[in-house]
T-cell receptor, first 107, second 112 residues
């Protein structure tokens, strides 16, 4: 089993749609959880941290389910500019990246 | 001035060449990292330096040799690479904890 697993996609959605990604992790001792965004041929950048109580940042909502060992990212009212690869990152002392989920928002 | 800068941005080298990738961070962080990103594979952690001491070496072949002369600079020395080493090499820095990783724009390496 991979340490951090994501559906590679691509997820093709129309503008304005709501889309959700899940990410599962194998190490139950993991303490830190993040979603990063990576645009084509660019470096990854932090989108948001994921807290135990769940957290929201504008159109983006992240949740953590420790019992089932997964985190999720919900994007509401998708924009063309949301098209990117979304990387799930999990760890304690060291961070492990998932393979990413590619999102394509179409007009 | 960007937080983490990498040079060169693009590098083409033969299998017998010796080259180096350079990374510099201006964020006052105490940890620096080298990652490898190949097509259709997750980011792979290669090396971690914490306070200039190497704390992680993920079974990376010896043809990759890191150097961290101070907390702001990180090098990756390359020698007798193989074509399968062609990839995007990303440098990152953070506060230990681990904190948010700040990446450079990467060095795209092609080995002929």
């Amino acid at each position: 089993r991979k340490e951090v697993e994501q559906d590679p996609g691509p997820f093709n959605v129309p503008e304005g749609a709501t889309v959700a990604f899940n990410c599962t992790y194998s190490n139950s001792a993991s303490q830190s959880f993040f979603w990063y965004r990576q645009d084509c041929r660019k470096e990854p950048k932090l989108l948001m941290s994921v807290y135990s109580s769940g957290n929201e940042d504008g159109r983006f909502t992240a949740q953590l389910n420790r019992a089932s060992q997964y985190i999720s990212l919900l994007i509401r009212d998708s924009k063309l500019s949301d098209s990117a690869t979304y990387l799930c990152v999990v760890g304690s002392n060291m961070l492990t990246f998932g393979g990413g989920t590619r999102l394509m928002v179409k007009p | 001035e960007t937080g983490v800068t990498q040079t060169p941005r693009h590098l083409v080298m033969g299998m017998t060449n010796k080259k180096s990738l350079k990374c510099e961070q201006h964020l006052g962080h105490n940890a620096m990292y080298w990652y490898k990103q190949s097509a259709k594979k997750p980011l792979e952690l290669m090396f971690v330096y914490s306070l200039e001491e190497r704390v992680e070496n993920n079974s990376v072949p010896s043809r990759f040799s890191p150097e961290c002369p101070n907390s702001s600079h990180l090098f990756l020395h390359l020698h007798t690479l193989q074509p399968e080493d062609s990839a995007l090499y990303l440098c990152a820095s953070s506060q230990l904890g681990p904190g948010e990783l700040f990446f450079g724009e990467g060095s795209r390496l092609t080995v002929l």
